[in-house]
């Protein structure tokens, strides 16, 4: 099959989050089983080059329709970690991707439905015709929109869309002048319940929505969070579009790419281990605390890694922070937020824990500390809000830090209980609480740290009972496939 993923981010060179090791890891996955894939991102100045190879102009003069006039585009072609990746480049005055961040600026959404634009015009014009479109959140929202409503037009007749949710959160919501930048007009048409129209504002359009609506088929990242996303609150508004589509929505799991995410073969950790020499993983943690500058203890490092988003519930992690301190545990932190209250807050506990050799805080992005972080700590807390997979916990069973999360969405589906599941003893591989309180995380904190220090050998076996679990992209790279052939056969 002929598959060609649009999307904002793809790991390693453009990351933010999970979005990111999705795109190239169940790419990944497609290729090795036999499909041809290629994926296609903005030409970001932010984006890691280095770990772009052989970064070639593929296309220098792409004119992409845009209001009353078109916009220049170059695309650029390199190999991302072996995986075929077009750049589209714009060289408009609006200066679109080159902003030092990818994401948190008011005119996000002109910015990627540009993209999105962009991304199918570079197919039409290179005369390329994937059996599949498969695209990702917000920002690739309209591109089953253009696709069927204008592109199939020109001649795009072939591909089928798969359109994958990975936050419902941020939609895309906004005013009906995208309908003019992208040449779709119909106003009357586009703002209309049926079709693009928000669900809670009349007057605005949701681009997650036109995704939900025009695509082929939908998935988001887990089965939990599909029933989440169609019967609770976390659908954000979008349950009802989900309820009309129900018939094309599914939850797949994500895989995690044992290629990037193996304590085995991780170049970017000092010392690699397996679950038959556990011993190295201890020498990371005093590595661990050189770099951090944490003394040596007879201590569990306990870890957070990951955005400090409201999503992620930051007053838990805080507190989580302040409880381990407590209680006989050291803490590391990496994160950042594109909210400057939230990243001020914690700039500020940073200054306050300053002195403590206990703790250290980091606020920043860094794929390097990451890893060093997942194979130098003991346990990870997630107590999120809501978590539509999450591929942290997921990480940290691979590198032997034992999760405690919070039952909600992938984290119900990946992560059971020491005490209290109803999984045989040998498969339980965390901790978990259930209210978003203090109670709760102390709860599951209190058990993991005493366990940690009372018995020193049931906590190993729970380490090893995490990392023999396998999620991989092998079963879901699966599902995607069964997925695209169906839609393919409609
Ligand atoms: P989300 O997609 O909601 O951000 P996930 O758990 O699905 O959360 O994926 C998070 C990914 O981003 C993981 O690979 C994690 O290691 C990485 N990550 C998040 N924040 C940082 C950071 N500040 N520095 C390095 N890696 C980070």
Redesign the pocket.
């Known amino acids: 099959m002929y598959i060609t993923m649009i999307a904002s981010e793809c ?1 390693p060179v453009s ?8 795109v190239y890891g169940l790419s990944r996955e497609l290729e090795i089983r036999g499909n041809e894939i290629e994926i296609i991102l903005p030409k970001y100045d932010c984006m890691r080059f280095d770990h772009v190879w052989d970064l070639n102009i593929f296309h220098k003069d792409l004119w992409v329709p845009w209001g009353n006039d078109a916009i220049h585009c170059t695309v650029w072609c390199g190999s991302v970690h072996g995986r075929k990746c077009y750049f589209i480049e714009s060289h408009s005055d609006d200066n679109f991707f080159n902003r030092d961040q990818y994401y948190g600026y008011p005119d996000d959404v002109m910015r990627f439905s540009f993209f999105s634009k962009a991304a199918l015009e570079f197919l039409l014009q290179a005369n390329k015709h994937p059996d599949i479109i498969h695209c990702h959140d917000w920002q690739t929202g309209l591109i089953p929109v253009l696709l069927y409503e204008n592109y199939t037009f020109q001649g795009m007749t072939h591909p089928r869309i798969c359109y994958t949710i ?2 419902f959160r941020y939609q895309g919501v906004t005013g009906i002048d995208i309908l003019s930048a992208t040449q779709l007009g119909k106003p009357e048409y586009y703002n209309h319940p049926d079709r693009l129209q928000d669900n809670a504002h009349p007057n605005a359009l949701n681009l997650m929505k036109a995704g939900i609506v025009y695509s082929n088929f939908i998935t988001t ?1 887990s089965p939990r969070h599909a029933f989440e996303a169609r019967h609770t609150d976390q659908g954000y508004g979008l349950s009802d579009t989900l309820y009309a589509h129900q018939g094309k929505f599914g939850g797949v799991l ?1 895989g995690l790419d044992y290629k990037l ?1 193996n304590p085995e073969v991780d170049d970017l950790i000092p010392y690699n281990y397996t679950i038959s020499n556990l011993e190295q993983k201890y020498e990371n943690k005093n590595a661990l605390r050189d770099k951090l500058l944490l003394r040596q203890e007879f201590k569990p490092i306990i870890a957070y ?5 409201v ?2 519930g930051v007053h838990l992690i805080r507190h989580g922070l302040f409880y381990a301190l407590e209680h006989g545990a050291q803490f590391v932190l ?3 937020s594109p909210e400057a209250s939230i990243n001020n807050d914690f700039w500020n506990l940073k200054q306050e824990l300053n002195d403590n050799q206990d703790c250290h805080i ?10 060093l972080i ?1 194979a130098g700590s003991d346990m990870i807390i ?1 107590p ?1 809000m809501y ?9 940290a069973l691979k590198y032997g830090t034992v999760p405690i999360v919070r039952t909600v969405g ?1 984290l119900v589906d990946t992560i059971f209980d020491r005490d209290y599941s109803d999984k045989p003893l040998t498969a339980r591989n965390g901790y978990v609480f259930h209210e978003a309180d203090y109670a709760g995380i102390e709860s599951a904190m209190q058990r993991a740290i005493g366990l940690w220090h009372s018995y020193p050998d049931q906590f190993r076996k729970l380490v090893m009972q995490g990392m023999q679990y396998n999620y991989s992209w092998h079963r879901s790279g699966q599902y995607y496939l069964d997925i695209y052939e169906m839609i393919q056969s409609k």
């Not at 990351?15 to 999705?22: E, F, R, S, T």
Request: hydrophobic fraction near 40%.
């Open positions: 790991a990351k933010v989050g999970g979005l990111a090791d999705v990975h936050n990242v994500n995410w890694v990951g955005r400090l988003d999503q992620k990496l994160g950042s980091e606020i920043g992005f860094n794929e390097e500390l990451a890893h997942y997630m999120s978590e539509p997979c999450g591929l942290t916990q997921l990480i992938g």
